[in-house]
C-alpha cells in the first residue's frame, strides 16, 4: 500500500498505492509509517520524496473506514514523525491532494505540485475539520486570513492559487515527481527547522480577534446550524492563540464532538448518495451499467424564458453547441441579449472568454433538422407544448432526442403526439438553471434505456446532479412540495404570519422560507397551474364553498394575493414588501398582516398560538409523508434520491442529510406519530394521512434508511 524505493543512489521514493485515489486507509497509512521509518534509519538515504500512483498524490481519508472501529497507525503521530525526522521529505503532487492527503503534504518539508493540480481541505463538507493537524499546520504555512477561508469552505484550489497562497513551494508543467526527486537532492544539509511547520508562529493581522469574531459572524450566518464550520473557526482560532501542541489538543476535542454527531453521519450519507444516484436501473432490467447515453453536440433550446436562457447558459458553459429558438424576432432579441449578458458576466468572474461563438439564435424551427437533441422550455401549458412536439417531431432527424423541462406536465401525454415516444424524456431543470445542482430526468413510460442514459450523461456533462424520477404530476420534488405549501398556507389561515412560518424554516436550515421562495419564484407561476387545475378562476365548480375544493381542504388565501396584483418579487409586492421590483430585501409587509386578519375574521376562524416546532413538523413532515408515498409509487427510486432532489434542488440543508434521512434521524415513530396527531386535528386533510410504507416501515422496528427499499410494494412502479 506504499511501494519503497531508492532512486538517484541516495533518494527513497515513497508511492502511496491504493486505487483511484490513494485514500489513507490502514494498509496505507501503515505502509507509509514503515518506509519513512526505513528510510530514515537507512544511513545511505539522504532525502524523502512521497508521491501517489497513477498521477493522483492522495484524495484524503477513506471514508468508508469511518463507521468501522479504528484500525493500523493513526495519522496524527504518521505525520508528526515525517516532520519531526531529521532527513528533508519532499510531497510530489499530482492530480489532487485533498483533506487528510494535503495534511500528509503539510507534515512534508517540501511540497511541489504539476500546474493541473489541485489541493483542499474538504473535510467541512463531510461535518469533519481537518484533523491531522490540517486546522494549525495550514494557518501556520499561509496565514490566519486564507486558512480560515479554505477550512471553512472546504474549496480546492489550483496548484497556481496554491502557489501564491504559499501552500506549495514550486509549480511544474512537467512530471511534478522528476523535479520533487531532483529537489529533494539539492536540499539536503540545508536546516530543517524552519521547513516543520509545527514550530512557526501562525502569520496574523494586528487585530486577530476583530477577523476572528468577523469570520465567526459569517460563517454562523452561512452554516445555517451546521456545526463543522464554526468548529473550523475555533480550531484555526487555537492556531493563532495557543502553542502548537495545545492548538493540537483543541483540534482533537472539537473532531471529537464532530464525528460523533448527526449532522457529521447526514453529510457523509450526502456524499455517498451523490455518488449513488447517478447509477439508475429499470424494472425493464436496464440500468446505467447496460445503457449507452447516445453522443450529443448539437443542442436546442424552445423557448428563452427564464429557464430556457438558464439551460443555453449551462450548455454553452459545457462547450457544447447551442441553436437557441424562440417564437418571434422581439422575444428572440431579448433572450439574446439575457443569454449574452449572462455567458459574460460568468466569464468575467471567472477569468475567461464568453464562448459566444456557440451560440445560434433563430425563429424557424426548420433549421433544427441537424440537432441530436432538444429542450423545450415554453410555457408549463399542456396545449401548446403538444403543438410544439408535434412540430418538432415532424422537422427533427428521426433519431433526435426531444426532452421537456415542464415542471409537473405528463411526459406519456406529450410523448403521444410524437412519432418517436421512445426518445422523449423529460429533462427538470431548476431556477437559475445554470447554478442549480439538480436535474430530474423524467422517465416516460415509452423512453428507451439509451434516452434516459443520454438525458442522464448530459446532465453530468453540464454539472449537474442527474436523478432518474417517474413520471407523475410534479414528479418528485414538486409533487412533495404540494402538501408542504398546502400546509403553509394553512398555518396562515390558523394564525400565523409569513414571518413566522419562513423564520422556522429559516432555523430549521432553509436558505429561505417557504414564502420568500414563492416570490422568488413568482406568485403568478403557482396561480397559472391552480387555474388550469380548476382550483381557482372560472373553472372552480361552484359548488365548492370558498375553503374547499374537490372535497377537501383547500386555501384560496394564494390566489387573494396574486388577484390584489401581487405578484412576488417581481413587482416588488408579495407575502412581502421589496424595496422595488425586483427587489431582493424582504421587508414584513402590514398590508399582509391586516388582510390575513380580515380573512379569518370573514372565514370565522379564530387565530391561535402557533410555535415553531408545529410550523416544522406540519410543512416538513407532510412533505416527508409525501415522499414515502412516491417511493411507494415507485416513482423515486429510493430515499437517497429523493433526499439528493432535495438537497441540490430545494435548498434542504445538507447537514440534516435530505426529508428522508431527516425522517430517520428524528425516529420514524415520531413521525407517524405526529402525523396522526395533526390528522386527527385536521381531518379534511388528506396529505397528513400517514402513508402505508411509513406505517410498514414502523410495524417493522423502523429498520435503518438503507434497508427501506425491502419494503417497497411496487405494483405499479414507473421505474
Ligand atoms: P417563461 O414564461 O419565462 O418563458 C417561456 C418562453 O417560451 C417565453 O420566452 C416564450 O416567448 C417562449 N415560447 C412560448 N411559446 C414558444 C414557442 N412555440 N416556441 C418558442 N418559444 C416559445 O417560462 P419559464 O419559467 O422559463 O418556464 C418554461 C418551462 O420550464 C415551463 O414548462 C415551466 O414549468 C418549466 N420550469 C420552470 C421553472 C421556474 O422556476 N420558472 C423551474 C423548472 C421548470
Not at 195 to 209: A, E, F, G, N, Y
Amino acid at each position: 500500500m506504499a511501494r519503497y524505493e531508492q532512486v538517484q543512489g541516495t533518494v527513497a521514493l515513497i508511492t502511496l498505492t491504493n486505487p483511484p485515489v490513494n485514500a489513507l486507509s490502514a494498509a496505507v497509512r501503515l505502509g507509509i509509517t514503515e518506509t519513512v521509518t526505513r528510510a530514515l534509519r537507512d544511513p545511505e538515504v539522504k532525502s524523502m520524496v512521497i508521491c501517489g500512483e497513477n498521477g493522483v498524490f492522495c484524495g484524503g481519508a477513506d471514508i468508508r473506514e469511518f463507521a468501522k472501529p479504528m484500525s493500523g497507525p493513526p495519522l496524527v503521530p504518521m505525520i508528526a514523525a515525517i516532520e519531526e525526522g531529521e532527513k528533508p521529505v519532499v510531497a510530489a503532487i499530482e492530480g489532487a491532494a485533498f483533506g487528510g492527503g494535503l495534511e500528509l503534504a503539510l507534515g512534508c518539508h517540501y511540497r511541489i505540485a504539476h500546474s493541473k493540480a489541485r489541493v483542499g481541505l474538504p473535510e467541512v463538507t463531510l461535518g469533519l475539520l481537518p484533523a491531522a493537524g490540517g486546522t494549525q499546520r495550514l494557518p501556520r504555512l499561509i496565514g490566519l486570513a486564507p486558512a480560515l477561508d479554505l477550512i471553512t469552505t472546504g474549496r480546492h484550489v489550483t496548484a497556481q492559487e496554491a502557489l501564491k497562497l504559499g501552500i506549495v513551494d514550486q509549480v511544474t508543467d512537467q512530471s511534478a515527481l522528476d523535479l520533487a526527486i531532483q529537489f529533494a537532492q539539492q536540499v539536503v544539509g540545508q536546516p530543517l527547522l524552519p521547513r516543520k511547520l509545527s514550530t512557526r508562529q501562525t502569520p496574523c493581522p494586528p487585530d486577530v480577534d476583530g477577523l476572528l469574531e468577523e469570520t465567526m459572524a459569517q460563517v454562523k450566518q452561512r452554516a445555517r446550524g451546521a456545526m463543522a464550520p464554526i468548529a473550523c473557526v475555533q480550531a484555526v482560532r487555537a492556531a493563532a492563540t495557543l502553542p502548537y501542541q495545545a492548538g493540537m489538543q483543541k483540534e482533537q476535542e472539537l473532531m471529537a464532538t464532530l464525528f460523533h454527531s448527526s449532522q457529521a453521519r447526514a453529510m457523509q450519507y450526502c456524499f455517498f448518495a451523490q455518488r449513488a444516484v447517478g447509477r439508475w436501473s429499470l424494472s425493464s432490467g436496464a440500468h446505467s451499467g447496460n445503457s449507452k447515453p447516445r453522443p450529443v453536440s448539437k443542442v436546442a433550446v424552445i423557448g428563452l424564458g427564464t429557464m430556457g436562457r438558464g439551460i443555453t447558459v449551462a450548455l454553452v458553459k459545457a462547450g457544447m453547441s447551442v441553436l437557441a429558438v424562440e417564437t418571434n424576432k422581439k422575444q428572440l432579441e431579448i433572450g439574446k441579449q439575457m443569454v449574452s449578458a449572462m455567458l459574460k458576466h460568468d466569464a468575467q468572474k471567472r477569468n475567461a472568454t464568453p464562448r459566444l461563438d456557440l451560440l445560434h439564435f433563430t425563429i424557424d424551427l426548420l433549421e433544427l433538422k441537424n440537432t441530436d437533441l432538444i429542450i423545450e422550455a415554453v410555457f408549463e401549458d399542456m396545449a401548446l407544448k403538444k403543438q410544439v412536439f408535434k412540430e418538432l417531431s415532424s422537422v427533427c432527424k428521426a433519431d433526435a432526442f426531444l426532452c421537456t423541462n415542464t415542471s409537473g406536465l405528463d411526459v406519456d401525454e406529450l410523448a403521444a403526439v410524437t412519432k418517436r415516444p421512445e426518445l422523449v424524456v423529460g429533462m427538470h431543470f431548476f431556477a437559475p438553471a445554470h447554478v442549480m445542482k439538480l436535474l430530474e430526468v423524467v422517465h416516460g413510460s415509452r423512453s428507451s434505456p439509451e434516452a434516459v442514459a443520454t438525458a442522464m450523461h448530459l446532465g453530468k456533462r453540464l454539472g449537474k446532479v442527474s436523478v432518474l424520477v417517474g413520471n407523475c404530476a410534479g414528479f418528485v420534488g414538486n409533487r412533495m412540495l404540494k402538501p408542504y405549501l398546502e400546509q403553509a398556507n394553512f398555518l396562515l389561515e390558523e394564525g400565523a404570519t409569513p414571518e413566522l412560518v419562513d423564520g422556522a424554516l429559516e432555523e430549521f436550515g432553509f436558505p429561505m422560507g417557504v414564502f420568500k421562495m414563492s416570490d422568488l419564484s413568482g406568485l403568478d407561476v403557482g396561480w397559472r397551474i391552480r387555474k388550469e387545475a380548476g382550483l381557482t378562476g372560472p373553472n372552480v365548480d361552484p359548488r365548492d364553498p370558498p375553503r374547499r375544493r374537490q372535497g377537501r381542504r383547500y386555501s384560496p388565501l394564494p390566489d387573494l394575493v396574486c388577484e390584489q396584483g401581487r405578484l412576488g418579487q417581481k413587482n416588488g409586492r408579495g407575502w412581502y414588501l421589496y424595496d422595488k421590483p425586483g427587489g431582493r430585501v424582504a421587508t414584513p409587509d402590514p398590508s399582509i398582516h391586516k388582510f390575513l386578519e380580515e380573512y379569518r375574521i370573514k372565514h370565522g376562524i379564530s387565530p391561535r398560538q402557533i410555535d415553531r416546532q408545529e410550523v416544522v413538523e406540519r410543512c416538513l413532515f407532510a412533505l416527508i409523508n409525501e415522499g414515502f408515498r412516491s417511493l411507494d409509487d415507485g416513482i423515486a427510486a429510493g430515499p437517497e434520491d429523493i433526499d439528493m432532489i432535495y438537497v441540490f434542488g430545494y435548498g434542504w440543508p445538507r447537514h440534516r442529510g435530505g426529508p428522508m434521512f431527516y425522517a430517520g434521524m428524528v425516529g420514524l415513530p415520531r413521525v407517524l406519530t405526529r402525523l396522526e396527531h395533526y390528522r386527527q386535528a385536521h381531518p379534511e386533510v388528506p396529505h397528513l394521512e400517514p402513508s402505508p410504507l411509513l406505517r410498514r416501515l414502523v410495524a417493522s422496528g423502523s429498520p435503518p434508511i438503507n434497508k427501506w427499499r425491502d419494503f417497497l410494494q411496487r405494483p405499479h412502479s414507473q421505474l
